[in-house]
T-cell receptor, first 113, second 115 residues
Framework: AQSVTQPDIHITVSEGASLELRCNYSYGATPYLFWYVQSPGQGLQLLLKYFSGDTLVQGIKGFEAEFKRSQSSFNLRKPSVHWSDAAEYFCAVGPGNNNDMRFGAGTRLTVKP | NAGVTQTPKFQVLKTGQSMTLQCAQDMNHEYMSWYRQDPGMGLRLIHYSVGAGITDQGEVPNGYNVSRSTTEDFPLRLLSAAPSQTSVYFC??????????????FGPGTRLTVL
């Protein structure tokens, strides 16, 4: 069965600093990979997704992620973090037995002024 | 467009009570799903539907029922609430072409507490 590990429960960065959120997955074939963001009190919003092709994927809000098959990773990056990026970030992998996605436990991002 | 709407936003139940969480979408999406979100566990799929009249179980279906009589609505029923069902519940929808692995649009969530 597919699974996702987000090793960092909580990360704090200064505004303007670069950001990398880690995501490692376990999957038997080429996965579909996603990053979602959840602002406080809100539902999840898709940042970006990877199905095939170019392993560097651009998303909304200046985020990008790189699929590295050899490392089973799909890390999320942003060159310069804004205070509004403070949120919880979820990595997800699919499809599974129900043609569904499995979500990681999430990484909470705090942005210091 | 309203997107995906959920009611209520907050609910407190006593053990053994039943209730229905409402979910509606106005994007004409065939796929709809219910997730629960628990601290440190991410989102887990409860039930999903690939179209009106068709539902199936996800990862954690026990204690929940669903039905899909229309494309727009996908209610989640708690038959006999238990404290273990204290959670935040999210409804989501997506296009038929991609199913649950396509971009999902999430509602704002319902925070449920079972005493």
């Amino acid at each position: 069965a597919q699974s996702v590990t987000q090793p960092d429960i909580h990360i704090t960065v200064s505004e303007g600093a670069s950001l990398e959120l880690r995501c490692n997955y376990s999957y038997g074939a080429t996965p579909y990979l996603f990053w979602y963001v959840q602002s406080p009190g809100q539902g999840l919003q898709l940042l970006l997704k990877y199905f095939s092709g170019d392993t560097l994927v651009q998303g909304i809000k200046g985020f990008e992620a790189e699929f590295k098959r050899s490392q089973s990773s799909f890390n999320l990056r942003k060159p310069s973090v804004h205070w509004s990026d403070a949120a919880e970030y979820f990595c997800a992998v699919g499809p599974g037995n129900n043609n569904d996605m499995r979500f990681g436990a999430g990484t909470r991002l705090t942005v210091k002024p | 467009n309203a997107g995906v709407t959920q009611t209520p936003k907050f609910q407190v139940l006593k053990t053994g009570q039943s209730m229905t969480l409402q979910c509606a979408q106005d994007m004409n999406h065939e796929y709809m799903s219910w997730y629960r979100q628990d601290p440190g566990m991410g989102l887990r799929l409860i039930h999903y539907s690939v179209g009106a009249g068709i539902t199936d179980q996800g990862e954690v279906p026990n204690g929940y029922n669903v039905s899909r009589s229309t494309t727009e609505d996908f209610p989640l029923r708690l038959l006999s609430a238990a404290p273990s069902q204290t959670s935040v519940y999210f409804c989501a929808s997506s296009k038929k072409s991609g199913g649950l692995t396509d971009t999902q649009y999430f509602g704002p969530g319902t925070r449920l507490t079972v005493l």
